[in-house]
């Protein structure tokens, strides 16, 4: 089955503690993308990547990092994860960059940092 | 600056009638919209999209209507069934990020379709 995978689907941490958010597509996709959903906000884009060791920021880059070693994967990294993180995450993909517009998404993460 | 705006939060519409979903945008380089699906504890799933040389584009009971001069767009869902109740993300994307798919989202609209 085409899916994007996401892990933990929640998470409760306490500021400071690093951790990472997995993502990963089984659909030999080019493009991923994660995304941040907060109330009243919509979701706005965090990082992207278009294509192995390629990644570049979007619009709320700050407090996060992404790695794009293989082309399934596109970890969410939080080094030290503060409250204002706490949001819900979606990572995403498409099969081309700038052809596709149809973005798969993962199932999401909730994220509570304390 | 919200550049993708839903006005309605939330749409309760009878079983079986229409519901219209609304978007307004205020990026004039926008020239790809998109309409997402949300049901709860999922990710959004796409559901129809329109380019900005058309001004409708239909797919089954779902279409989606473009008006560029008042940079608005509508959803229609006819008939409307129990199924259909979800959020309803409008996203748009403009050519001049060719290479980032960036998607703007607006802020959901919950259908609810009453039986």
């Known amino acids: 089955e085409a899916q994007v995978t996401q892990n933990p689907r929640y998470l409760i941490t306490v500021t400071g503690k690093k951790l990472t958010v997995t993502c990963s597509q089984n659909?030999?996709?080019?493009?991923m993308s994660w995304y941040r959903q907060d109330p009243g906000l919509g979701l706005r884009q965090i990082y992207y990547?278009?294509?192995?060791?390629?990644?570049d920021k979007g619009d709320v880059p700050e407090g996060y990092k992404v790695s794009r070693k293989e082309k399934r994967n596109f970890p969410l990294i939080l080094e030290s994860p503060s409250p204002n993180q706490t949001s819900l995450y979606f990572c995403?993909?498409?099969?081309?960059?700038?052809?596709?517009?149809?973005?798969?998404f993962g199932p999401g993460t909730r994220l509570t940092v304390t | 600056d919200q550049q993708v705006k839903q006005n309605s939060p939330s749409l309760s519409v009878q079983e079986g009638r229409i519901s219209i979903l609304n978007c307004d945008y205020t990026n004039s380089m926008f020239d790809y919209f998109l309409w997402y699906k949300k049901y709860p504890a999922e990710g959004p799933t796409f559901l129809i999209s329109i380019s900005s040389i058309k001004d409708k584009n239909e797919d089954g009971r779902f279409t989606v209507f473009l008006n560029k001069s008042a940079k608005h767009l509508s959803l229609h869902i006819v008939p409307s069934q129990p199924g259909d109740s979800a959020v309803y993300f409008c996203?748009?994307?403009?050519?001049?990020?060719?290479?980032?798919?960036?998607?703007?989202f607006g802020t959901g609209t919950r259908l609810t379709i009453i039986p």
């Open positions: 990547s278009m294509n192995v060791e390629v990644t």
């Open positions: 995403a993909s498409s099969l081309y960059p700038g052809n596709s517009y149809e973005q798969y």
């Open positions: 996203a748009a994307s403009a050519q001049a990020n060719f290479g980032n798919e960036k998607l703007t």
């Open positions: 659909m030999n996709h080019e493009y």
